[in-house]
């Protein structure tokens, strides 16, 4: 057999191979692979901001980490607790997409707190650029009475003050307050205009006036927030920069204990409210 013979026999039996082979290699038809996040029921449930506060400044639901400055980690109801300083505080950007949007809410926390003279402390706030006051925020007036141990917050959101001062339609200052931990929880459903107030799992006693809430002799509806900048804990938004550098010299940051801030975006049951304060998780 000649040379030509011999190279064309080799080139017939690679082929022979080659069309036995790739039948068996050949690309197969994949699905592209769909990625689910763990986390998605999560990020869009009711619950948008949770702080367990164990000894990071961290939000467990979009796994953001705040700012602390001269914040400290102690015992809290379960866990790890915020403790407060005169200069501590957490500073977040904003709320969260959800959060500066929402239009009904339920924010609920622990705390436990000595008394303060001389201002107010407020224990969180959604701070807006355009505003004094903010979009969000719970405080706490001083109080230097030896004989009292009632507490006066302000509640305020989208414009709407709810002040514990039992004068007038205002609820009463909320009774055995300071030096123990107590839940508080703060609700408002846009779908009856309602707001509501809870300590240690139980509703507190409101006003009609204050209950109702009005705009221009129509029920409130939904909220809305304007212009909402950084969230921020254990101070005003002041204290942040928000609207102004120069806080106010009552304004005082909070020194108390705080434990399980959350916010939801939707005004959760009484019975649920009543489970935070009893499973204490």
């Not at 068996?24 to 038809?29: A, D, G, N, V, W």
């Not at 709320?95 to 926390?109: D, E, I, L, Q, Y």
């Not at 123990?180 to 779908?191: G, I, P, S, V």
């Not at 509703?203 to 909220?223: I, T």
Request: with cysteine.
């Amino acid at each position: 057999m000649n040379r030509n013979k011999i190279a064309l026999c080799k080139i017939l039996a690679l082929a022979l191979i080659l069309v036995a082979v790739l039948p068996s290699c050949q690309k197969m038809y994949r699905p592209p692979l769909v990625i689910i996040p763990d986390d998605t029921a999560k990020l869009n449930g009711p619950l948008q901001r949770m702080f367990w506060f164990e000894e990071s400044p961290i939000d467990s639901i979009y796994y953001e980490k705040g700012v602390a400055s001269n914040v400290t980690y102690v015992d809290g109801i379960n866990g790890k607790a915020y403790k407060g300083a005169s200069n501590a505080m957490i500073v977040l950007p904003g709320g969260g997409p959800k959060v500066s949007t929402m239009t009904s809410f339920t924010v609920s926390f622990w705390i436990n707190t000595n008394k303060h003279t001389g201002g107010a402390q407020t224990v969180f706030v959604l701070g807006r650029n355009s505003d004094f006051w903010g979009n969000l925020f719970c405080m706490i007036e001083g109080n230097g009475d030896a004989n009292d141990n009632s507490m006066l917050v302000k509640f305020h959101f989208a414009g709407n003050w709810v002040e514990f001062t039992g004068s007038g339609s205002n609820p009463a200052r909320i009774p055995d307050m300071y030096g123990k931990w107590k839940h508080l929880a703060f609700r408002y459903d846009e779908t009856t205009s309602k707001f509501s107030a809870f300590v240690d799992g139980v509703k507190y006693a409101l006003s009609p006036a204050v209950e109702d809430r009005m705009r221009n002799g129509a029920p409130l509806g939904k909220l809305a927030f304007v212009d909402p900048s950084k969230l921020v804990i254990g101070g005003f938004q002041q204290h942040a920069g928000v609207f102004s550098n120069s806080p106010d010299s009552w304004m005082q940051r909070y020194t108390g204990m705080l434990d399980q801030l959350r916010i939801y975006t939707t005004p959760i049951s009484d019975v649920e409210i009543a489970a935070l304060f009893t499973n204490k998780r």
